[in-house]
């Protein structure tokens, strides 16, 4: 009785704070005194669990750091005019027949260059839905199309801080989970595509597409070189170079141009890097402006706060009947479907991306037998469903930002496909054991970790007696 007590305050503080627009840090930390509360009232010491939570924050310091170089990532990227440059590049791709593919393609390229949905929405998915007023297209289709390429990299772009932040709390390799990530994606990205381009004679408006660049010339030198942030990103992920040195020699790039490309001077990098790039054009300000340490500064405290969550979890054994359900109702289906199910409900209740990825990621971490299986459920679930729940931050935040309506989410069709599509596939390897293992099944990013029969710290074992 006392867990579901404390379960439900916790959920009305999650949906008081959304109803009145407080930071998500508010009802986090009512949360984090509710479950120190429990343990007290089943007799833990309080330094005892001021330990046990602390280990959280300890445990994901990496991740912190590399919010940090994100921030300033996103910043100098803006000021050394390489997003102005490929949002310019963008509009060349556009005609009112492909607007709805070409608004999924381009946010999707973007957000998988910078790896945020919102630096995505924030830049080419602004001049997609201005450009889809000025033809009089179908703002909620564009829309559905912009939230669906802006996510694609939030789940599988090497800069992703989501990535990364599934990546640890599952203890896998940040590398490996991309190309399953991406294996696994193809079929669903192809439809989406497929579905978009199909709408687009219908949606796509009768107007002429507006053009950007002279404004942005005003303000930025739009050289090809001012592309080489980029390219170095491209380049070093595939030569499989840590995520780290990946960002800070990109950073390197984009601070030189900011300087002999852009004339910046030397002394306005430091603002620039913690405060977020500014520009004085207020006709492309609400584009490139952004970025910047202190940008991340809450998403950094909320996961900081949401990761001690998972040692009182372990210590007062709070979740342990909701974890049994969890375990049954995978094992009647799919350790997928588990963690799907359990995605959807966490997405409803905590109205953010984050806290529904680590709690689902708490719930579900006895369902698989492999940190990786994990992580690839996490990403065809947890990641992307807030994305059309409307009265989720993600998905409000979003279209707000973009100014297009909360309905657009109807129309995010990848958000829906990829899911799907991983649950048709976890039900398939069920019926057909070995699949996992066969050419289909590797062509899909799958091994025996992924094997949808077995659960928990059985599977390690069962496969090894298989092999």
Avoid at 140 to 164: E, H, Q, W
Avoid at 376 to 390: E, Y
């Amino acid at each position: 009785m006392a867990e579901a007590l404390v379960l439900a305050a916790f959920a009305l503080s999650l949906a008081v704070g959304i109803a009145l627009g407080l930071s998500l840090l508010v009802p986090l930390a009512c949360g984090l005194a509710l479950f120190v509360g429990y343990g007290l009232h089943r007799g833990h010491r309080l330094g005892e669990l001021l330990r046990v939570a602390a280990r959280g924050p300890l445990s994901i310091g990496r991740v912190l750091v590399l919010f940090v170089v994100i921030g300033m990532l996103t910043a100098s990227w803006r000021a050394a005019g390489t997003i102005p440059a490929v949002t310019c590049l963008s509009v060349r791709l556009v005609s009112p027949s492909t607007l709805p593919l070409a608004s999924f393609v381009l946010c999707g390229l973007m957000s998988t260059l910078t790896g945020s949905s919102f630096a995505a929405s924030a830049t080419v998915g602004v001049v997609c839905m201005t450009i889809a007023t000025a033809m009089r297209a179908d703002v909620l289709i564009v829309g559905g199309a912009i939230i669906s390429g802006s996510f694609l990299g939030d789940r599988c772009s090497p800069m992703s801080s989501t990535a990364m932040l599934v990546s640890t709390i599952t203890r896998s390799s940040l590398h490996e989970n991309l190309g399953r990530m991406m294996r696994i994606s193809v079929v669903p990205v192809v439809a989406c595509a497929l579905i978009y381009a199909a709408l687009g004679p219908a949606a796509g408006g009768t107007g002429m597409a507006p053009s950007f660049r002279g404004s942005f010339a005003t303000s930025f030198d739009l050289s090809w070189y001012v592309l080489a942030p980029i390219a170095l990103v491209l380049v070093l992920s595939l030569a499989k170079l840590s995520v780290l040195r990946t960002m800070l020699a990109s950073l390197a790039s984009a601070l030189l141009l900011c300087v002999f490309a852009q004339h910046v001077p030397l002394g306005e990098l430091p603002g620039i890097l913690l405060f977020g790039f500014r520009t004085s054009n207020l006709a492309i300000g609400r584009m490139v402006n952004g970025g910047g340490v202190l940008s991340m500064t809450e998403i950094a405290l909320i996961v900081a706060v949401a990761s001690s969550y998972s040692g009182l979890f372990e210590e007062t054994g709070l979740l342990r009947g909701i974890r049994a359900f969890v375990r049954r109702l995978a094992g009647r289906t799919t350790p997928f479907a588990g963690v799907l199910v359990t995605s959807v409900v966490t997405a409803c209740i905590a109205c953010d991306q984050v806290v529904s990825l680590m709690l689902t990621a708490q719930l579900c971490d006895e369902i698989e037998g492999d940190g990786s299986a994990l992580a690839l459920d996490l990403s065809s679930s947890a990641v992307i469903i807030p994305a059309v729940i409307p009265w989720t931050t993600s998905c409000v935040g979003l279209c707000a930002f973009v100014g297009m309506p909360v309905g657009s989410a109807a129309y995010a069709f990848l958000c829906m496909l990829i899911p799907l599509w991983t649950l048709v596939v976890s039900l398939w390897q069920k019926r057909h054991p070995g699949f996992a293992l066969q050419r289909g099944g590797r062509a899909l990013g799958l091994d025996a970790r992924d094997d949808a029969r077995l659960m928990g710290n059985e599977a390690p074992a069962k496969m090894a007696g298989a092999s």
